[in-house]
């Protein structure tokens, strides 16, 4: 009697009803992501096959991401490389200028002052809180300000100058200073500010070693820049030079020392940062080719992916369809199960 009781019959419809919900879940699953909501049930052995593909899947798209964040920083190095040298430029030009005595000492001192502080500016620039300049010391400014006060870059210049000549750039004796001497002291004295431990202890808080990122599975390349290149070193010091002594009362002869050394050092630290350029361009190329690669890939493991867990959407759909229809005919059924009563048929 029990097997034809209306309880029994409810019963047995609130169970099927619990499956029924169980697999609408499940094929609302494989409907929504085109994919077997069980892969190990779906795949048994096949399923390392499968775990396999997703983590070299992942492991692509994770340097995908990666190289990102180095093609902004790269491309963010571009476009400040491209400013200190046209910075350059400019004081060439001024150079230029002050060399065929077309133009004053202060304009030309005031044109060395605006390189120092666009140097500064540029080399100082961060990108997603990472300085570009800063070799792998990317939380520290790379690049200490000549023109700040208490300045030990300009301490250890005047200092220098001091220490060769016995008195300052603004005595009265400055102007009996030859070229010969000028020219002296900038070799001997200057330059070893700017290379070495002078320019590190006093300019740069960078390193030489440079930020070397994976690009690939296989395949690693320095993705940064330093302040502590030889261009940028000759460009501070023509600058420096340029900024420190034209206006003080060092003899013309000396000044036009400064100007014609000046000269060859901005020439020569455009050829270093059209170098670095080149060379950061080169690595741009390669992470965009590493990217293409990696992204055909990414297209191939998918497509694995998709053989072995990939469902039919329109039978996904239907099955959908089906189990909602029979789940809410259930429902109502139950719904009449449960006003059946002994009471309801006598009366």
Same mark, same amino acid.
């Given at each position: 009697?029990?097997?034809?009781?209306?309880?029994?019959?409810?019963?047995?419809?609130?169970?099927?009803?619990?499956?029924?919900?169980?697999?609408?879940?499940?094929?609302?699953?494989?409907?929504?992501?085109?994919?077997?909501?069980?892969?190990?049930?779906?795949?048994?052995?096949?399923?390392?096959?499968?775990?396999?593909?997703?983590?070299?899947?992942?492991?692509?798209?994770?340097?995908?991401?990666?190289?990102?964040? =180095?093609?902004?920083?790269?491309?963010?190095?571009?476009?400040?490389?491209?400013?200190?040298?046209?910075?350059?430029?400019?004081?060439?030009?001024?150079?230029?200028?002050?060399?065929?005595?077309?133009?004053?000492?202060?304009?030309?001192?005031?044109?060395?002052?605006?390189?120092?502080?666009?140097?500064?500016?540029?080399?100082?620039?961060?990108?997603?809180?990472?300085?570009?300049?800063?070799?792998?010391?990317?939380?520290?400014? +790379?690049?200490?300000?000549?023109?700040?006060?208490?300045? +030990?870059?300009?301490?250890?210049?005047?200092?220098?100058?001091?220490?060769?000549?016995?008195?300052?750039?603004?005595?009265?004796?400055?102007?009996?200073?030859?070229?010969?001497?000028?020219?002296?002291?900038?070799?001997?004295?200057?330059? +070893?500010?700017?290379?070495?431990?002078?320019?590190?202890?006093?300019?740069?808080?960078?390193?030489?070693?440079?930020? %070397?990122?994976?690009?690939?599975?296989?395949?690693?390349?320095?993705?940064?820049?330093?302040?502590?290149?030889?261009?940028?070193?000759?460009?501070?010091?023509?600058?420096?030079?340029?900024?420190?002594?034209?206006?003080?009362?060092?003899?013309?002869?000396?000044?036009?020392? =400064?100007?014609?050394?000046?000269?060859?050092?901005?020439?020569?630290?455009?050829?270093?940062?059209?170098?670095?350029?080149?060379?950061?361009?080169?690595?741009?190329?390669? %992470?965009?080719?590493?990217?293409?690669?990696?992204?055909?890939?990414?297209?191939?493991?998918?497509?694995?992916?998709?053989?072995?867990?990939?469902?039919? +959407?329109?039978?996904?759909?239907?099955?959908?369809?089906?189990?909602?229809?029979?789940?809410?005919?259930?429902?109502?059924?139950?719904?009449?199960?449960?006003?059946?009563?002994?009471?309801?048929?006598?009366?």
């Amino acid at each position: 009697m029990t097997s034809v009781s209306s309880a029994a019959i409810s019963n047995a419809m609130r169970s099927q009803q619990m499956r029924m919900q169980a697999e609408l879940v499940k094929a609302t699953k494989e409907s929504s992501t085109g994919r077997v909501a069980d892969v190990g049930l779906a795949l048994g052995g096949r399923t390392t096959q499968a775990v396999t593909f997703q983590r070299d899947l992942d492991r692509l798209n994770v340097i995908i991401d990666s190289n990102g964040l =180095v093609g902004a920083r790269l491309s963010s190095t571009q476009t400040s490389l491209g400013q200190l040298s046209g910075a350059a430029q400019t004081l060439l030009s001024s150079l230029t200028t002050a060399s065929s005595s077309d133009s004053s000492n202060s304009l030309t001192r005031d044109s060395g002052k605006a390189t120092i502080q666009q140097l500064t500016s540029i080399l100082n620039t961060s990108v997603n809180g990472e300085y570009l300049f800063a070799g792998t010391n990317t939380d520290v400014k +790379p690049i200490n300000d000549f023109m700040a006060a208490g300045s +030990p870059a300009k301490a250890a210049f005047d200092a220098a100058f001091v220490a060769n000549f016995g008195f300052t750039q603004d005595d009265p004796a400055a102007a009996n200073i030859t070229a010969a001497q000028m020219d002296d002291f900038i070799t001997n004295d200057v330059a +070893p500010q700017f290379t070495g431990a002078g320019w590190q202890g006093n300019w740069s808080n960078a390193t030489d070693q440079q930020i %070397v990122s994976r690009i690939a599975l296989n395949e690693t390349t320095p993705t940064s820049t330093s302040a502590n290149s030889d261009g940028i070193q000759k460009l501070a010091m023509a600058a420096a030079m340029v900024a420190s002594l034209m206006s003080s009362n060092i003899s013309q002869a000396a000044k036009n020392t =400064v100007v014609s050394r000046s000269t060859l050092l901005v020439g020569e630290a455009l050829s270093g940062i059209a170098q670095i350029q080149s060379e950061t361009g080169i690595v741009q190329k390669r %992470v965009s080719d590493a990217n293409d690669r990696m992204k055909t890939q990414v297209d191939l493991f998918e497509r694995h992916i998709l053989d072995l867990e990939g469902v039919d +959407p329109a039978e996904a759909a239907t099955r959908v369809a089906d189990l909602t229809q029979h789940i809410e005919t259930s429902f109502a059924l139950t719904a009449r199960l449960q006003q059946l009563s002994l009471l309801n048929y006598l009366t």
